[in-house]
């Protein structure tokens, strides 16, 4: 029973281009997170996904940054124009329906900027 | 969403009882406590939740006094591989959006 995977584990990007974290949730959970840590930091929420529908956005930054949960295939957060800035651990969280605080974390990507 | 204050760090031996304490004073009466454990280079691992008195797992202790304003994660005995951040968080059940803090670093010596 495989648990939420990530991919890539490791990213290297330079300043400019585009980024792409795909997640896959656990098998039978329908609900997908995305959230951002920097060194020495807690988690900070980006935003909360069901299957072709994002629910809650408030933590992602207005610009560049985008995610998407299809019907079919991975969840997928999209950085486009990258800059050092956005050098960062993602980590992807899904849940049950029925439990939504409970949250089983990937491995995470950890993206860097040149 | 109440905002949760506790340790920084804390430095701990094998075979000791480790009791970390979070401080809630605005916890709602809707709200749950939470407790995640991570590792360096891994997610968050949801380690322990309660709302109120004692809560046992295979893994930890939570302990919830009647005000709940507070609460204590106790683990039995660590061993090094305990040596993680944890993290208290305080939201509503079955919120969608978890708030964590910095946490509090445990260094486990042999």
């Known amino acids: 029973n495989a648990g939420v995977m990530q991919n890539p584990r490791h990213l290297v990007r330079r300043r400019g281009q585009e980024a792409r974290l795909r997640c896959s949730p656990m098998k039978g959970h329908s609900h997908v997170y995305w959230y951002r840590q920097l060194p020495e930091e807690g988690l900070k929420f980006m935003v909360y996904l069901q299957k072709e529908n994002i629910i809650d956005e408030s933590g992602m930054p207005k610009e560049r940054f985008s995610a998407e949960f299809p019907k079919e295939g991975p969840s997928i957060l999209r950085i486009q124009q990258v800059v050092r800035g956005d050098s960062a651990a993602y980590f992807c969280a899904s849940s049950p329906e029925y439990s939504t605080d409970t949250q089983y974390f990937g491995p995470g990507t950890r993206l860097t900027v040149l | 969403l109440a905002k949760t204050t506790q340790p920084i760090s804390m430095d701990s031996y094998e075979g000791q009882e480790v009791n970390i304490t979070c401080s809630h004073n605005?916890?709602?009466?809707?709200?749950?406590i939470t407790w995640y454990q991570q590792f360096p280079s891994q997610g968050p691992r949801f380690i322990i939740q309660?709302?109120?008195t004692k809560v046992t797992n295979e893994v930890a202790s939570l302990f919830i006094p009647a005000d709940r304003k507070s609460s204590t994660l106790s683990l039995p005995r660590v061993s090094l591989s305990d040596t993680a951040v944890y993290y208290c968080l305080v939201a509503v059940y079955n919120t969608d959006k978890l708030i964590f803090g910095t946490g509090t670093r445990l260094q486990v010596f042999p």
């Open positions: 605005n916890i709602a009466t809707n709200d749950y």
């Open positions: 309660g709302y109120k």
